[in-house]
């Protein structure tokens, strides 16, 4: 594909928005992960919040 | 028992099983729909004066007026936080910041990629470029703002009164324009019709929906992260508060 002199411009702008929208998608879906991880580490020892269901039963 | 969506949201719980269901669909549209939006952009014909460098638009354009959504979508959280007390509107305003803050940075660096080939610069200190600068710089501030302070209940208030003063900075962007500019005025959020031709219009708007999907999906991944993450919190002190024998403080 043709495009023109200014192709390192066109590149460098379509790059960049992958870059940071990958790095976005990441960042939010390995924080995502290790959250969710915590979350059931600290169930499977035991503790509950109030409003959980094991607990309003 | 909670009768409209806005009162269904409010449970942290509902929203995260409602989110979980839609994210993988939204996210699905959002791929098509830039898929779409890229082969109809490098498909597109050429500007008749810009050549092939207008093509940066079909990426700059909807991250401007993303740019602006995000501070929008922060402003109207943090209003919803200060008069309604809706439970998940700091979590919204929170989550909003740092993807408003990446467009607003990719519409910044797109622009000056642009700006290069088309007015020789990379920047000048033109009233859209500096609005649009502040903007960037306002994001930051609400960011750094409520890292800054521990007590949580404090970064909230503080960052909602900055986010709700800084949105003066959104018709500042808008009409800044038509103050001596060197950036051309709006072709098609404008009274009347839109003056860009179809060819390159349809492009752009479908570049627009699947990036404006895009935000909406990166949104809502936040959103549930914030709301697990005072979930973590919550379980650490309560488990702090069980081992030295206190009762446990209220769920999120």
Redesign the interface.
């Known amino acids: ?7 390192a ?2 590149l ?3 790059g ?2 992958a870059l ?2 990958t ?3 990441a960042w ?2 390995l ?2 992960r290790r ?2 991880r ?2 059931h580490e ?2 499977a ?1 035991g ?6 269901p094991s607990q309003s039963r | 028992m909670p009768t409209t969506l806005t009162e269904r949201l409010a449970n942290p719980k509902r929203f995260i099983e409602l989110s979980g269901r839609l994210l993988p669909w939204i996210s699905g549209l959002a791929v098509g729909l830039l898929v779409i939006g890229l082969i109809l952009a490098f498909t597109a014909p050429l500007d008749y004066q810009q050549g092939h460098a207008a093509k940066i638009m079909f990426v700059h354009v909807p991250s401007a007026w993303l740019a602006m959504f995000g501070y929008m979508l922060v402003a109207v959280s943090s209003f919803g936080l200060l008069v309604f007390r809706h439970p998940l509107a700091d979590v919204s305003a929170k989550a909003g910041a740092p993807i408003g803050a990446a467009f607003t940075f990719l519409c910044l660096l797109t622009g000056s990629l642009w700006g290069k080939p088309m007015w020789g610069a990379f920047w000048v200190w033109d009233p859209r470029l500096s609005s649009v600068l502040i903007l960037f710089l306002l994001y930051l501030g609400l960011i750094a703002l409520r890292s800054s302070l521990d007590d949580e209940a404090l970064a909230a208030k503080l960052t909602a009164v900055l986010s709700l003063v800084g949105i003066v900075i959104l018709p500042v962007i808008k009409f800044s324009v038509e103050w001596n500019s060197l950036h051309q005025p709006a072709s098609v959020m404008r009274l009347g019709a839109p003056t860009i031709h179809a060819s390159l219009l349809w492009p752009l708007l479908v570049m627009a929906a699947g990036m404006t999907v895009l935000f909406l999906a990166l949104y809502l991944k936040a959103t549930r992260n914030e709301i697990l993450r005072r979930r973590v919190r919550t379980l650490r002190t309560l488990a702090v508060a069980a081992s030295a024998g206190l009762p446990g403080q209220p769920a999120e």
Request: charged letters at 20%; a positive charge; hydrophobic letters at 55%.
């Open positions: 594909m043709d495009l023109g002199p200014h192709i411009f066109i460098t702008a379509y960049a928005a940071v929208i790095g976005l998608v939010l879906v924080d995502g959250l969710q915590l979350v600290l169930e020892r503790v509950r919040r109030r409003s959980s």
